[in-house]
């Protein structure tokens, strides 16, 4: 691909991310009642916004962390760190964002895990978390050999940009589920499939949603974006020692 | 990752394929119907029978080419030929599937293009068809400079990753949407939320189209399974002719 800089694509990708919890945010708030923790639509409307801020705009910008020129010089364990750091913060909302949809369902007597949706949308947060535990086991403690940790990166890798992609899918069809609901024919002032500035606007945020993880998964894909390996004189280096 | 044999894995990615077909066309057949070409309900279950099989299994299947062993010896244009054939069937199924339910929608007065499955999908068709135009004309015709296709290639690689996961994300939302508009509180008989069979196999359905798009995106991320460019004494021999 052409050798763009990677510093503005990564400040585009930046505003895109912002953009993607701006309209998330604003969508819940202006139309659908603002947000509650208390079993109500408005204890909901923090699933979207969690789910997309953690498993999307986090979860990407965790993955960005070793393309960061400042990455590619000097110790790799303060990057590592980043890396695992920002990837829990993204589980962690996840989780809450979970807990949001269930409790909603619980306190209004709706069953939960029925829909493709949530089938998918759990899948994806189960990987997440092996994902996260299985990173943290062979890269941060300092329990596995090096043969081993080296056998694993390139699956780790490659479940990286998976799991972002299962996410996204997951965010579209949930986007997708909820408007259906939301703007029922018979209920709704202005049912989904005459497209009230709603619609248009969710609508919006499921394509931006796919444009932020499209082009992650672009910049991860950039061969010349790749932090340098034979660079890092601590590439094996764990958090708790240097056995090997 | 673990270096398995390709054809081995092959067999497998094409009996998933072939259950994702027999997955979709027996949910529409048993549940929904079957299949007619009259503007009815039936006409509609067309189309996600073609978009399974020509945006899913079809298109994995043209991603595959190059991976055969057969392929990394001889002439390079026999199996580019094969990769353009096995992609414009693709293409043709997914118009064949966008007429389907375009010509449902009009006969039953539901207006078309409103949901965000819809909107995600018809990008992601549209994009497969530049896919195609820009990948026939640089790569067949024997028109572009060779460092055209030299840095378009990585492009049209990427790309067809790209098309492959929005393709999972267009049919996961839009098997999602069917369900909710098929089995809908109040008139059907068991509602989704109560996980009917039709639900839990259609849900099925969805989870083995991302099983089996994520196996294609891990066989074509796979170094090994490259076909190695150096091999090859035609590598930018152009249909046309050998300008180049």
Known sequence: MPDLPFLPFCTLLGSLGLGCVAFVSAWCQYWRGGFAWDGSARMFNWHPLLMVTGMVVLYGAAALVYRLPAAWRGPKLPWKMLHGMLALTAFILAVLGLVAVFSFHNASGTPNMYSLHSWLGLATVLLFSCQWVAGFGAFLLPYAPVWLRALYKPVHVFFGSTILMLSMASCVSGINE????SLK???ATVPY?????EAVFAN???LLIILFGVLVLCALAKPS????EADSLDTHQPLLGAEH
């Open 185 to 187: 024919n018979g209920t």
């Open 204 to 206: 919006v945020l499921g």
């Open 178 to 181: 909820k408007l259906f609901f």
């Open 225 to 228: 974006w790749k932090r340098p």
């Open 193 to 197: 499939k005459l497209l009230p500035p």
